[in-house]
């Protein structure tokens, strides 16, 4: 796409610090590096989120995300960890709609990521439970 960043990133418009790229995705350093080595990898197509990947290309994605979060974690023995995660849509904090995935080395639990959910699991009763999961079943493969 042609106004896309993350597009320019891919045609090498845009200088980037890559860590991988064959023909289906590149990875590059995210240039927020929220904990030191965080990465991102896209796929070379140009899809916005989640909701539009086939299942060929996720598994063509997916499948390459666990060698480079192996080489990111080996690039420096401090790290202790890695938060993996997609952002879809601006409420979930999607800026660059271009679908990534952002691989963040974790350092300490004290370290400059943090991820919050509630737990709210004491207000929702069987039934409503139900409700949810029999909504979302009826929609599989839509
Ligand atoms: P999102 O908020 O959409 O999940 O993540 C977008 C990420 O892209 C942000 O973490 C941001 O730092 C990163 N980013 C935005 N523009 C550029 C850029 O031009 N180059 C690189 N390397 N990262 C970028
Ligand atoms: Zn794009």
Redesign the pocket.
Known sequence: MKDC?FCK?VRNE?P?YTVYEDDIVKA?????QGTPGHT?VIPKKHIANIFEYDEELASEVFARIPKIARAVKASNPDIKGMNILN?NGQVA????FHS?F?LVPRYTSNDDFKMIFKDNSNKYSPDQLKAIQESIEQHMGD
């Not at 590059?28 to 927020?32: E, T």
């Not at 904090?93 to 660059?96: A, D």
Request: net charge negative; no cysteine.
């Open positions: 960043i990133i845009i980037s590059f350093l995210d240039i927020s991102l952002n904090y999607q800026s660059v990534h952002h």
